[in-house]
């Protein structure tokens, strides 16, 4: 082999070197690959060239990534454009599911894909498929922070109430009379009865109040409607209570009211005192007024000058 | 003052000259491809001459680099794995972080110190030869400029020879540390690509291949340079020879520092 030959091997070797690493660094060529769309609301991790996994085999790669735009609206935002073998391809039904795992603990991540059912048709190539998003575990994780955070303010504001529990645990511990877990066993029994008497009790309760629920369900359908109009009633009446001259004329009849109290009052008072006033006494009185009256006028039948004889004082009686 | 400033100031003048001697190589190399251009005739001259040179010294370095790799490729799993196991108690890590260091320092620094020490002392000793029986004088006599015709062919041989040997060794120390990890840990071959693929990105491979270009650069001008200022006799080309070897390799160290730096605020 000539010199040149032999400097012509070296070249092609290092190109083919060269070639063989770009081949692979790219994601290569999958043979007889079929296109899959697969769209996510998120998709953290995956980037171009992470594998695409059938039933934990590699069979294709993450062509391409996209994201489909901010529209809140949408379902999704992310598209992954994934090519996988044709053969794979038949295992992978209409209820088959795309999800984002993570392998190892570098965290390297993959497209794994269950095979679906059989009675279900293959996924046709260039077909939109919905992927199930992946557990947003920097969510997590930031809100375990913000929870951890809170329970430590608690912790810290409470240190002494904490520590006085603590203390009183610890004392009860420490006091605690073995010989009183016969009690507590006692106790765990009586409560094992319990409930399995109210588990045997408990279902015929529930079948009697069956019934009672039956007849509960009319009842309560009929109190709807009476509850409307009685709403209904309240609510006219409260209109007419805000009408300004009903206002006016109930002010009125207060008032009115009022008046005639004080007249039956008045009235009662005179009653009260009219009470010993019988015949002799109108009589007598009348006789009294009659002789005043006449002297006062000047009557003939009357000497001028005579006076007035007073009427017998009146008795109560 | 003058012992403490004097090595600065040796340092300073060997970098200006060396400076100097790749500029001219650079010119000279223009002035020979435009003369390729120009003549069949010198276009077949140079073409056969580079192709000895990239012979002599592409050709002939392969077996020592790639076996220098190769084991390198292997230390690289025996060492990582130990390492992580000890450390994170784990080894998924090793495929990725070997290929990594494979791709982006040992496949070219490897190879350019494999050549500083073989290719880079024989151009120096060849040169310091030539030097000291004053055929280079002889040359300049004639007209016959000595970087044009000793240095430019040595300088794109050994160029394109370390980019095409890293190229090969990238692959080589990839397999090596491919069968190791396979044979030790367990880990599949399909397993180890996809880790390692997971970390490695194609611009390791640019930058791998750019680190080759630069130091297949550096060294014949290192090794010309200490070539065409030997001193004494076989003594002084020995002493060259030592010099050139150790300065390419720290500049190659030195320059790698510098590139992968670079490469991690850029890229």
Redesign the interface.
């Known amino acids: 082999m000539s010199q040149n030959s032999k400097v012509a091997l070296l070249f092609i070797a290092a190109v083919a070197g060269l070639v063989g690493i770009i081949f692979l660094l790219t994601g290569g060529v999958v043979r007889n690959a079929a296109t899959l769309y697969i769209t996510y609301n998120f998709a953290g991790g995956v980037q171009t060239g992470t594998p695409v996994r059938v039933a934990g085999i590699q069979v294709g790669k993450v062509r391409k990534i996209e994201f489909l735009g901010g529209d809140p609206a949408q379902d999704t935002h992310v598209q992954l454009t994934i090519d996988v073998d044709a053969k794979a391809l038949e295992s992978i039904r209409e209820d088959s599911q795309f999800y984002i795992n993570m392998a190892g603990i570098i965290g390297e991540r993959y497209v794994e894909v269950s095979t679906g059912s059989k009675d279900k048709p293959q996924v046709q190539p260039k077909a939109v498929i919905r992927g199930v998003d992946p557990p947003r575990l920097d969510q997590l994780i930031s809100q375990g922070y913000g929870v951890m955070g809170e329970v430590m303010d608690i912790i810290e504001k409470n240190r002494g109430k904490i520590e006085n529990m603590i203390a009183a645990l610890d004392a009860f511990l420490t006091n605690f009379d073995p010989s009183k877990f016969g009690d507590l066993a006692k106790l765990v029994g009586n409560l094992s009865h319990l409930v399995a008497a109210l588990d045997k009790d408990l279902p015929p309760l529930l079948a009697k109040a069956g019934p009672m629920m039956d007849d509960l369900g009319p009842v309560l359908k009929n109190a709807a409607p009476m509850l409307a109009d009685a709403r209904a009633l309240l609510s006219d009446v409260r209109g007419v209570l805000k009408d300004k001259n009903m206002g006016d004329m109930l002010k009125q009849m207060i008032s009115m009211l009022d008046t005639a109290d004080s007249m039956i009052k008045n009235a009662d008072h005179l009653l009260g005192n009219l009470q010993f006033v019988d015949e002799n006494w109108i009589r007598h009185f009348l006789q009294v007024e009659g002789v005043r009256a006449y002297a006062g006028l000047g009557s003939p039948n009357i000497p001028s000058g005579s006076k007035p004889v007073d009427p017998p004082p009146l008795k109560r009686r | 003052m003058h012992s403490i400033a004097a090595p600065f100031l040796d340092f300073g003048r060997v970098l200006g000259q060396m400076l100097r001697l790749y500029v001219e190589s650079l010119a000279y190399l223009a002035v020979t491809i435009k003369e390729m251009a120009m003549s069949r005739k010198r276009r077949l001259a140079v073409y056969s001459s580079w192709?000895?040179q990239?012979?002599w010294i592409?050709?002939k370095s392969?077996s020592i680099v790639l076996s220098t790799i190769a084991f390198v490729g292997m230390i690289s799993i025996v060492e990582m794995s130990y390492q992580m196991n000890r450390v994170l108690h784990?080894t998924?890590?090793v495929p990725?972080f070997a290929a990594l260091i494979i791709?982006r320092e040992f496949a070219s620094v490897i190879p350019a110190s494999m050549m500083a020490g073989k290719v880079g002392a024989g151009i120096t000793a060849e040169v310091g030869s030539m030097q000291i029986t004053e055929q280079i004088d002889a040359m300049r006599l004639i007209s016959l400029n000595p970087v044009k015709y000793l240095v430019v062919p040595r300088f794109v041989a050994c160029t394109v020879?370390l980019?095409?040997?890293s190229?090969?060794a990238?692959?080589v120390a990839?397999a090596t540390a491919m069968a190791v990890t396979s044979h030790k840990l367990g880990i599949s071959p399909?397993m180890f690509?996809?880790?390692a693929?997971?970390f490695?990105?194609?611009e390791d491979?640019w930058i791998n291949?750019f680190k080759a270009f630069v130091f297949g650069q550096i060294i014949p001008i290192i090794a010309a340079h200490y070539g065409f200022h030997t001193r004494g006799g076989a003594e002084g080309v020995g002493l060259a020879c030592t010099k050139s070897v150790v300065y390419s390799g720290l500049v190659i160290v030195i320059l790698d520092f510098y590139i992968t730096w670079a490469a991690t605020v850029f890229l």
């Open positions: 192709m000895e990239i012979y592409g050709n392969v784990s998924d890590f990725g791709f020879s980019v095409l040997l190229s090969i990238s692959l990839f399909e690509i996809n880790t693929l997971f490695i990105k194609p491979i291949l």
